[in-house]
């Protein structure tokens, strides 16, 4: 059976320029992408990346604008749904305290998920690096919209 898989993403820039990436692991498999995740049923966009992001960031966010949607098709790398991918540029209400790192996938810890956060200079982001193909859609639209000139 084949259904559709919606999904809701932040992106957060700070005053440097960068932008917050989220790596993560689940089950040994590892990608880069940015924060947020899947709707849940009977919850708007706005609501579930506000949520996404408490449970991801401990951050509150307030949603500036819509900055892109899935156009193409993309099956998702977990399962046989179509994932059709909404992206929003946000702010923190308040200063991030996580465990910022430097390196990709610098976990802290053990288990079958991990995650951990990087900021990334736009104009340095390597869309290699980013693992799913709307999240490299999204990168490059950022490198081309906000890296410095």
């Known amino acids: 059976m084949s259904y559709f898989n919606v999904r809701v993403y932040g992106l957060l820039i700070n005053q440097h320029n960068e932008v917050l990436v989220s790596d993560e692991e689940e089950y040994g ?26 449970e991801e960031c401990e951050a509150e966010i307030e949603v500036l604008s819509h900055f892109y949607t899935t156009d193409f098709y993309e099956k998702s790398s977990f399962n046989d749904s179509q994932v059709i991918s ?25 288990g079958e998920i991990l995650q951990a956060f990087r900021w990334v200079k736009i104009e340095d982001l390597d869309i290699e690096s980013i693992t799913f193909k709307t999240d490299k859609t999204v990168a490059q639209l950022l490198k081309e919209q906000y890296s410095v000139k």
């Open 86 to 110: 909404v992206y929003y540029l946000v702010k923190e209400k308040a200063p991030l305290q996580l465990a910022f790192k430097d390196t990709i996938y610098d976990f802290d810890g053990e």
């Open 29 to 54: 498999f590892r990608f880069s992408k940015f924060p947020g995740g899947g709707l849940e049923l009977g919850e708007g966009l706005i609501d579930g990346l506000k949520r996404e992001f408490v």
